[in-house]
C-alpha cells in the first residue's frame, strides 16, 4: 500500500499550487513538508533526492519526481483528468500551457514589492484581459459544454479556475465580460473537491504576506 | 494521405528547434513557413491560425497547434517517443523539463547585450556542468542503458542530445568530464534519422545570428531589452 504523497516546497503557493489544487480535485490526500530556511533547502539537496537539485519535489508512488509539468502530466495520466484520446490530450495540454504562462507571471508577482509588484499585476490583467480569458470564452460558447475539453472534468478545468481566482483575488470584477467563464467558474468550484479545498483550513497557500517575503527568499539564496 | 506537418516560425531555432529535432527524429517530413514581415504576422493572427496569437504554431493532422510543449508531446506521443506507460512518460517528461530548462537560458542568448552575452555564456557553462550534465550521467551510469528511459529511444534522448550540442556551441569541451554523456552523444548521433538531420542541407537552423534577432523584433515588435539570468 502506497502512502500520501509528500509534497516538499516552501510555504507558499509558487510552483507546487498547481500541483496542490490538482492532487485536491482528484481527492487524494497529501502531506508537505515545508521548507523554512535554506539549512532546509541544503538538507534536502545533500540527500540526494531533488533530481536537478531544485524543489517543487513530490514523492509519489515510489519516485521522488520533480519538474513541475511531470509532476502535473503525472497525476493528471493516473487520475484521468487527461482526456481519453491523444486529440484530447492536445487540447488540454494547449490550454494549460497557456495558463501557466499566466501562472508564471503569478509565481514573479508573489515575491515583489510596491510599484514592481503593482506593474507585474497589472501585467497579468492585460493578458488575461486580452489574450487568455477571451479563448477560454470562446471554447466554452462553441461547444455549450460543461468543460473545457471533451465533456468531462480534466487538468485544463482546474488549472484555468485556479488561475481566475488568484487574478480575482487582486481585481474582483476580472470576469465581468465573460459571462461563460463566470458561470463556468461557479460550476468547477461546486465540485465537491474543489469546493472542499476552496474551504478555511485547507491546504491551500495563501500569498505570502509581504513581510515575509524576504524570508521564502533566502530559502533559494 | 496526411498532408506534411507545416511549421510557422522565424527562419531560426528559437522555440521552434526542438519541434524540427523531434520531427526529424521520427522520421516526419515537415515544410515551413518563415515570417519575415509584420503583414505576414497579422494576417496569421486576423485568420484565427494562432490561438494565443504567438508562435509557434504547427498545422498537424487537421489542427493549428501551438504551445511548444503540447506539440512536443504530441508528436512524442505519436510517434512512440513517450515511452511504454505513465512511469515511464513521468521519467521523460522529468528529464525533458530538465533540458528545457537549460536550453532556456541559451534560448534568450542571441537577444542580449555583449557584455551581457559573455555573462550568460558562463552562467550556461556552469548550470550545464554543475546541475544538469551531471543528473543525466548519473542516469546512464547507474542502469548502463543505451537510452535514457525505458532501454529504449524517447523524446529525451533527442531533446538531450539538441542540449548537449548547444551548450558545447558555447564551450566546445564542456563533456569533458562527462565520459556517458560523450558515448551517449556519439551513439545518439548516429541514429539514422538524427544523423541526417545533423548534416549540411537539413532543416536544423544555424546558430542564431543579428539577422535572426532583428527579424524576430521586427516582426514582433517585442525583446528589445532582454537581460541575462
Same mark, same amino acid.
Given at each position: ?34 521548507? +523554512? ?6 538538507? %534536502? ?5 531533488? =533530481?536537478?537539485?531544485?524543489?517543487? &519535489? @513530490? #514523492? ?84 455549450? +459544454? ?6 468531462? %472534468? ?5 488549472? =484555468?479556475?485556479?488561475?481566475?481566482? &488568484? @487574478? #480575482? ?53 | ?229
Amino acid at each position: 500500500m502506497s502512502g500520501k504523497p509528500i509534497l516538499h516546497y516552501c510555504d507558499a503557493r509558487g510552483r507546487m499550487e498547481s500541483i496542490r489544487w490538482l492532487l485536491a480535485a482528484v481527492g487524494v490526500e497529501f502531506e508537505e513538508r515545508l521548507l +523554512q530556511t535554506k539549512d532546509d533547502l541544503t538538507k %534536502l539537496r545533500k540527500s540526494g533526492t531533488l =533530481l536537478f537539485q531544485q524543489v517543487p &519535489m @513530490v #514523492e509519489i508512488d515510489g519516485m521522488k519526481m520533480v519538474q513541475t509539468r511531470a509532476i502535473l502530466s503525472y497525476i493528471a495520466g493516473k487520475y484521468n483528468l487527461y482526456g481519453k484520446d491523444l486529440k484530447e490530450r492536445v487540447l488540454i495540454d494547449m490550454y494549460v500551457e497557456a495558463i501557466m504562462d499566466v501562472n508564471d507571471l503569478f509565481i514573479t508577482h508573489e515575491i515583489l514589492l510596491g510599484d514592481e509588484r503593482k506593474q507585474q499585476f497589472a501585467t497579468i490583467v492585460d493578458k488575461v484581459t486580452n489574450r487568455y480569458f477571451p479563448v477560454f470564452e470562446k471554447v466554452l460558447k462553441d461547444h455549450g +459544454q460543461d468543460f473545457l475539453v471533451g465533456n468531462q %472534468l480534466s487538468r485544463a478545468d482546474v488549472q =484555468l479556475l485556479e488561475v481566475i481566482l &488568484m @487574478v #480575482e483575488e487582486g481585481k474582483p470584477d476580472i470576469l465581468a465580460k465573460f459571462p461563460l467563464l463566470q458561470s463556468f467558474k461557479a460550476r468547477i468550484s461546486n465540485i465537491p473537491t474543489i469546493k472542499k479545498f476552496l474551504q478555511p483550513g485547507s491546504q491551500r497557500k495563501q500569498p505570502i504576506p509581504e513581510k515575509n517575503i524576504d524570508q521564502v527568499m533566502k530559502i533559494f539564496s | 494521405m496526411a498532408a506534411k506537418p507545416r511549421l510557422y516560425y522565424f527562419d531560426g531555432r528559437g522555440k521552434m528547434e526542438s519541434i524540427r529535432w523531434l520531427l526529424a527524429a521520427a522520421g516526419v517530413e515537415f515544410e515551413e513557413e518563415f515570417l519575415e514581415t509584420q503583414e505576414q504576422y497579422e494576417k496569421l493572427l486576423k485568420g484565427g491560425s494562432l490561438l494565443f496569437q504567438q508562435v509557434p504554431m504547427v498545422e498537424i493532422d487537421g489542427m493549428k497547434m501551438v504551445q511548444t510543449r503540447a506539440i512536443l508531446s504530441y508528436i512524442a506521443g505519436k510517434y512512440n517517443l513517450y515511452g511504454k506507460d505513465l512511469k515511464e512518460r513521468a521519467l521523460i517528461d522529468m528529464y525533458v523539463g530538465g533540458t528545457e530548462d537549460l536550453m532556456g537560458f541559451i534560448l534568450m542568448f542571441p537577444f542580449l547585450s555583449a557584455e551581457d552575452k559573455e555573462k550568460q555564456r558562463a552562467f550556461i557553462v556552469q548550470k550545464a556542468t554543475s546541475r544538469y550534465f551531471p543528473a543525466y550521467e548519473k542516469v546512464l551510469k547507474d542502469h548502463g542503458q543505451d537510452y535514457l528511459v525505458g532501454n529504449n529511444f524517447s523524446w529525451a534522448d533527442v531533446h538531450l542530445l539538441e542540449a548537449i550540442l548547444m551548450v558545447e556551441e558555447k564551450k566546445s569541451d564542456v563533456l569533458s568530464g562527462f565520459p556517458q554523456l560523450q558515448a551517449f552523444k556519439a551513439r545518439i548521433s548516429s541514429i539514422p534519422t538524427i544523423k541526417k538531420f545533423l548534416e549540411p542541407g537539413s532543416q536544423r537552423k544555424p546558430v542564431p545570428d543579428d539577422k535572426y534577432v532583428e527579424t524576430v523584433r521586427r516582426v514582433l515588435r517585442m525583446y528589445y531589452d532582454v537581460k541575462a539570468n
